[in-house]
C-alpha cells in the first residue's frame, strides 16, 4: 500500500514543481509541505481537500485507500466493484423490475437510484436467508 507522503512527492513531481512552487501557489510553507512529504506530519482535512483538489484527485488517492486517481474515475460516484454489483442486482429478474428505466432516465434519475439501491444493500446486509425482510 502507497503511502500518503509518497503519493504526495510522486504527485508534486509529475507537476514537474519544487515544494517551494507548490507550497507557494498552494499558501502553505514549504517546510510544513515537506513534513508532509516526509511522513513526519500529516495534512489536516482542509490541507488534505486543498491538495486534492490542486492535483485533481481524491483524498483516498492521497492516503492510499484507493488506486482510483479521482471521483470522476467513477460512475456516478460508484467506484468498478459496485457499480459491478449495482449491474448484477438490477439484471435479476426479481430485483430489476423497479430499475427497469435506469438504462433510458437522465443522469439526475440514475443517481437517485443508485442511492436507492445502496440503501437497500446496507439495509439487507446482515439479513440471513430466511429472514424476513426488515428484521
Known sequence: MTSYNERLRELRS??????QELSN?????????????TGNTQPDFDTLQKLADF????????????NTLSSSDRVN????????EFEAFI??????????????APEERKKEL????????????????GDRQGE
Open 77 to 84: 460516484g460508484f467506484d468498478e466493484k459496485e457499480q459491478a
Open 55 to 66: 492535483f485533481d484527485v481524491s483524498t483516498d488517492y492521497i492516503l492510499g485507500r484507493t
Open 14 to 19: 509529475k507537476k514537474g514543481l519544487s515544494q
Open 114 to 129: 443508485l442511492q436507492f439501491w445502496r440503501f437497500i444493500r446496507e439495509a439487507e446486509r446482515d439479513r440471513k436467508p
Open 91 to 104: 439484471n435479476n429478474p426479481n430485483h430489476g423490475i423497479f430499475f427497469k428505466d435506469y438504462l433510458s
Open 25 to 37: 501557489r498552494l499558501g502553505f510553507n514549504r517546510a510544513t509541505y515537506a513534513r508532509y512529504e
